[in-house]
C-alpha cells in the first residue's frame, strides 16, 4: 500500500501534481518522497506520510500525469464534432496544454518515454500504453475524417496519425528548449497546411 495514499485527498493530489512537474525537469528517478516533500513545503513531521517505493511512486505520479492530459487534451479533441474537427482540436489541445506550461518542461508522456523507454518493467508499460492510447485516438479521428470524405480516399489513417503525433513531439522539444510562442505558430500553421484546414 502507498503511504501517501493515506492522506487527504487533497494532499495527495498536490503530491501527485508536483511530482508529474518535477518529473518533467528532474527526471521520474529525479522525484523521489523527501524531493516532493520539500517542493510542496512539508515539515519534517510531514514528510513520513511519503513512504512509497519508488515504483509506486513513479506508477501514481505517470497516471496522475495521464489524467493531466486526458483532461487538458483528449478531452477537447473529444468534444469536437467527428472527424477532421477532432484532428486539428487534438493538435490546438496539445500545443495550448504546452503554451499554459501545466507542467514545466513540455510534455510530461513525451520526456517519460525518452527516460524509461530502455528500462522494462511497470512504469515503462504504463508510459507505453498512453502514448499507444494517444497514437490510436489520432488514428481513429484520422479514420473518421477519411470516412467521411474530409480528407482524401487515398489517405492513410496511420501515416497520417504519425505524421500529426510527430509535430506535436517536435512542437514540445522545441518549446520546451526555447519557450518561445513562435514555435507553437509555425506548428499550428503547419498542422493548419496539412489538414487543409483555415483554423485550428
Known amino acids: 500500500m502507498l503511504g501517501f ?7 495527495r493530489d498536490a503530491i501527485l501534481h508536483a511530482a508529474a ?3 518533467t525537469a528532474d527526471g521520474l528517478d529525479g522525484v523521489p518522497a523527501g524531493t516532493l516533500a520539500a517542493a510542496l ?8 506520510a511519503c513512504t512509497a517505493s519508488t515504483q509506486d511512486l513513479q506508477l501514481a505520479t505517470v497516471a496522475e500525469a495521464a489524467r493531466i492530459f486526458d483532461e487538458e487534451v483528449i478531452q477537447p479533441a473529444l468534444a469536437a464534432p467527428a472527424g477532421l474537427a477532432q484532428l486539428a482540436a487534438v493538435c490546438e489541445a496539445f500545443f495550448a496544454h ?3 506550461h501545466m507542467v514545466p518542461g513540455g510534455c510530461f508522456m513525451a ?7 530502455a528500462r522494462p518493467g511497470p512504469v ?8 499507444a492510447r494517444f497514437g490510436e485516438l489520432i488514428r481513429g479521428f484520422a479514420a473518421t475524417a477519411r470516412a467521411g470524405n ?7 489513417p496511420d501515416r497520417l496519425a504519425f505524421e500529426l503525433n510527430g509535430i506535436m513531439l517536435a512542437t ?3 518549446f520546451a528548449e526555447h519557450d518561445d510562442p513562435a514555435v507553437l505558430d509555425l506548428a499550428r500553421q503547419i498542422v493548419r497546411h496539412r489538414l487543409g484546414v483555415s483554423e485550428l
Open 5 to 11: 495514499l493515506t492522506m487527504s485527498e487533497a494532499s
Open 21 to 23: 512537474a518535477l518529473a
Open 41 to 48: 513545503g512539508m515539515s519534517r513531521a510531514g514528510r513520513p
Open 98 to 100: 504546452l503554451e499554459r
Open 111 to 117: 520526456s517519460a518515454a525518452l527516460e524509461m523507454g
Open 124 to 131: 515503462n508499460d504504463m508510459i507505453a500504453s498512453c502514448q
Open 150 to 156: 474530409e480528407l482524401p480516399a487515398g489517405e492513410d
Open 172 to 174: 514540445d522539444t522545441n
